[in-house]
């Protein structure tokens, strides 16, 4: 089980800036349950949605996968069809990975890799889920990423994407950060320690509108897309390679 984050529980500014350490794959799941609305729906989302468009011998993707959430998901969607391909450049959380999924790697249903998704091969992939992972890459990276997964998906496979967005009205972005706040505060965090993590994600954590997301995947070729969550500035995506 996961243990409680309190990482930035005194005003902590040694985790700046952010980074997914072993201290923070320690804390992980509390962190990212407390800290995302609409998680789990996500994780739901993920599987029904790969239940419906997988097709059967092809390869199944979860980029950025820390401690594999994303990853159980895909599995259970699947049901030993096919090998869920996870890859993460967080050595910590691969090495979690490693004890997480002994059975599962030893069955040959999934295999962990440590490394940039950015560097990644994708082939013959039918769903390929990025669960609140591109806010971190640069944005310079986010199309070529983009590109490459719609290159490397076979006709009616599938980008799963989630993120955390914000607005172009600076009014309404100000107010959901906000209301997210207080979502923060009811589930244990101090304003201390939202401050601090504030502070540490600065210029790590780099959101976008929603149509900058769905520009990007028309420019690479996506002409189908579908929003399957909303949460406060938290989406769900599914882009579809026609």
Avoid: W
């Amino acid at each position: 089980m996961s243990k409680r984050d309190k990482i930035f529980e005194e005003g902590n500014v040694s985790g700046l800036p952010f980074t997914f350490n072993q201290e923070v794959t320690e804390v992980f799941e509390d962190m990212i349950d407390r800290s995302v609305p609409g998680y789990s729906t996500s994780l739901k989302v993920i599987q029904e949605q790969t239940k419906k468009h997988f097709i059967t011998q092809s390869n199944v993707y979860d980029l950025g996968c820390s401690l594999g959430a994303s990853t159980t998901s895909l599995l259970n969607a699947i049901s030993e069809q096919s090998k869920v391909i996870a890859i993460d450049s967080s050595e910590p959380m691969i090495r979690s990975c490693h004890d997480r999924f002994k059975k599962q790697i030893r069955e040959d249903l999934v295999e962990f890799i440590n490394e940039d998704i950015t560097n990644s091969a994708i082939d013959n992939a039918s769903v390929v889920v990025i669960n609140f992972v591109l806010q971190f890459l640069k944005i310079e990276e986010r199309t070529l990423l983009f590109k490459k997964i719609y290159n490397g998906l076979i006709p009616g496979g599938i980008l799963i994407l989630s993120e955390k967005v914000h607005f172009s009205s600076e009014r309404k972005t100000k107010e959901v950060s906000n209301i997210y706040h207080s979502f923060k505060s009811k589930n244990g965090y101090t304003k201390l320690e939202i401050s601090s993590k504030r502070d540490s994600l600065e210029g790590v954590l780099v959101t976008e509108t929603e149509d900058q997301h769905i520009t990007r995947a028309k420019e690479v070729g996506f002409k189908n897309s579908n929003k399957l969550m909303s949460n406060l500035n938290f989406l769900t995506y599914k882009f579809k390679k026609i």
